[in-house]
């Protein structure tokens, strides 16, 4: 089993869940994507989350989602 690439730390952003290693919350991608942007463009605008972290992240949610619904 893969690491999560999901964090949570009282200390960090007060708690919210944030990509590993960074201080970036794991729901702004989701705000990109439903306003129209790409992934890339949230990549290029919070350059501490590389490519394959916000690939993962989007996996890993979905594979939860999957999970929970079935």
Not at 47 to 70: D, F, M, W, Y
């Amino acid at each position: 089993m893969r690491q999560s690439q999901i964090t949570v730390s009282s200390e960090i952003q007060g708690g919210a869940p944030v990509f590993r290693e960074t201080r970036v919350p794991i729901q702004i991608p989701f705000h990109y994507l439903a306003t129209g942007q790409s992934v890339d463009h949230f990549i290029a605008q919070h350059p501490t989350v590389s490519r394959r972290q916000a690939v993962a992240i989007l996996e890993e949610l979905k594979e939860r989602l999957v999970e929970a619904a079935g």
